[in-house]
């Protein structure tokens, strides 16, 4: 699927994979053009975009800037790119609940500004808000629905708009660094990689929370990134009927920097609490106290009657590229022919990456790029098959077809051996890359019972040595010694 060797050249270079770079990849891949992408991680999906809740928002409480426009298209888009792709969504809907009378008479405010806004929503009174949501504070006063809130996995997305770009004519290399630019007449004359240099006159920069450092190198120094983390929690999937809906406290302030979080579900039902936001140390720092902890679940447990928090599944945390002076997207071109950025994109950039990339073609166009659709190119893409979603027919069916689909390998969520296999056929060559494209390793036991039955798989395909194997990329190898 991903190409190993980095070609000489390319009309078009991208850097960075995560869902902004692939989905840029599929709008460029409609076109009569030579386009590589690239990316320093093992996989796509793998930087910003595997930080995300995965929350496709109705709207930016902030109606300014490019974020905010971008947001209220890219939201309607998800419809249609779930069909195309082959991608989970759902539009769960998201109540905005006043819990005192100083929320509810700031709740009427928002409410009459939202349809100011011409967001469609509607206004639900306290009964029938312990209708829709019987474990709702016993304090929730009203509350305002917005249907059009939604949830998808970003990382899934990421990999299908990488999919549907190779399936187009893309070439995607990963694990590929950049050391330099060619630049000449301040033109891009070509990108210099670990992997050797292309030759190219244009290069899109997503690298996401590298994004800055990749201006550096092309002499661009006008904007300072800070580093915003979000720590997220999972709880058990035992406690997923507890509640239907994104249901966030209603603020008295807006905090310009943050949406301010809300408890919601994964497109799989898991209940999903946070994010906070805290300056990151770094990059990469991902790490997770148990403050942030407690100051998610302080912060969220009031808007419920009831819940057991001590039944955590797992934590993460994901790093924000935020541009200190804009505190918006940086879509453009540059001081430097040919560079144009796809950067700083911070939340809710998973939300508008569908119109983000339509963004971008219309500013390589208005740069002086000619392009040509293509007679033939395929939107649609499908997704690796899984019994999760079959009845006792189908999968039987399916079994009759392929007796892999006949072995379990993942209790927890029910992932067989033939989805591990399809999911390395397609380029997975860590635990990680499975455990995206599967489910894998992410249920109750998450990977004690199933992580060697994947290993001696992914060994069996591909061929890879024990010492080998990673959990993602360099630096994680699973087995040490001999």
Known sequence: MFAEELPSEADIVIIGCGVIGCAIARELSRYKLNVVAIDKEPDVGWGVTKGSMGWIHPFVPQFKGIKSKLVLEGNERYDKLSDELDVPFRRYGLLIVALSFIQFLALIIAYLYLKFRKIKIRWIRKKRLREIEPF????????????????????????????????????????????????????????????????????????GVFSDEIEKIAGITKRKMWHGKGVMVIFDPVLGDMYHHLIAPMPIRLDPRTKG????????????????????????????????????????????????????????????????????????????????????????????????????????????????????????????????????????????????????????????????????????????????????CMGRCQGSRCLPKIIDILVKETGMNLNEITLKGAGSEIFLGD
């Open 136 to 207: 709702i504070s016993s304090k929730a006063k009203a509350a305002i629905f917005v249907p059009s809130a939604g949830v998808t996995d970003p990382v899934k997305l990421a990999i299908a708009y990488a999919e549907n770009a190779v399936e187009n004519g893309v070439k995607i290399v990963l694990n590929t660094k950049v050391t330099g630019l060619r630049i000449e007449n301040n033109e891009i004359r070509g990108v210099i990689t670990n992997k050797g240099e292309i030759k190219t006159r244009w290069v899109i920069n997503s690298a």
């Open 261 to 440: 979080g809300a408890i919601g579900l994964t497109v799989d039902g898991l209940p999903i609490w946070g994010p906070n936001l805290v300056e990151a140390d770094g990059k990469s720092d991902v790490s997770v106290s148990k403050d942030d902890i407690d100051m998610i679940i302080d912060k969220f447990k009031p808007l419920l009657r009831f819940f057991p928090k001590n039944l955590i599944l797992k934590y993460y945390a994901g790093v924000r590229p935020v541009d200190e002076t804009s505190w918006d997207f940086v879509l453009g071109p540059t001081e430097i022919k040919g560079f144009i950025n796809a950067s700083y994109i911070l939340s809710p950039g998973l939300t508008a990456a569908p119109v983000i990339a339509e963004r971008i073609i219309e500013i390589l166009q208005s740069e002086g790029l000619k392009l040509e659709l293509k007679k033939r190119y395929s939107p649609f893409r499908r997704d690796i098959k899984s019994i999760r979603d079959m009845n006792i027919e189908e999968i039987d069916k399916l079994i009759q077809q392929n007796n892999d689909y006949g072995e379990i390998i993942c209790l927890c969520n029910n992932v067989t051996k033939a989805e591990i296999i399809e999911a390395i056929r397609r380029g997975a060559r860590t635990i990680d890359s499975i455990k995206f494209r599967t489910g894998a």
